[in-house]
């Protein structure tokens, strides 16, 4: 009987068949190719000097000059690569004109890269898309602070993008020229509210690796936080 199998001619085909296996693995998980890109952004506006910003955050997304590199604010970026190797830059600035920047640097475990990966591919996530953006109320005098969770993520090569904002609005109607805006609550506006559910994952995830690198932070400068446009 013919064999099946020639163990020679195998041995042989192994390196062959070694490289073919890595190329579809480059293929498929691109080491240098960022698999998550996270920004948590908080802005608190100095709502007397600033009430021109009452229009709303319109401009946060749509480009129109200004940012909030001038007022109070701090941002948390994350970026996750392929392989599990990640970059977490922290951007503080309590005192307006002196942020403080610190950067930590490490890998996901297999184990943990493997969570993650099963966060970003849960059907409902994937389905996430931009809102639209919180309409101002008619009384509404100024914004207060403004909440922002920007993310990129990487679908085998397609990436999806969605941004949601937070704000808290001052209102009150004006009584006259003279006496100014009466005091009104606050009103709270989020267009990210019908996505708690599916985002928590994401979030108590991210929550979770910056306690852990909060011990690795260092001092850095400036490479991966955007600024917050508000216009």
Known sequence: MRRIFNTPGLLKLLPVLTLVLASEIGICQNASTPLL??????AYLNIDANAQH??????????????VWQYPNSLSCLVVYGDGKYVLEKREESTVGKPRVRLAQGSLGADDLQRLKAILDDAALTEVRTP???VLPRDA????????????IDHGGITQRFTTVRERVKTGALISATSGPSTGMDA?????EPYKKVLSPLMKWFEGLQKKSK??????KPKYCAPMNIG
């Open 37 to 42: 890109r996270l920004q948590e952004s908080r």
């Open 54 to 67: 009452g229009q709303g955050i319109w401009g946060l997304t749509f480009g129109n000059p200004g940012d």
């Open 132 to 134: 639209p953006m919180p």
């Open 141 to 152: 005098q100024a914004v207060r602070d403004i909440e922002s969770l920007d993310a990129q």
């Open 188 to 192: 709270y506006l989020d267009n990210g």
């Open 215 to 220: 011990s690795d932070l260092k001092e850095s």
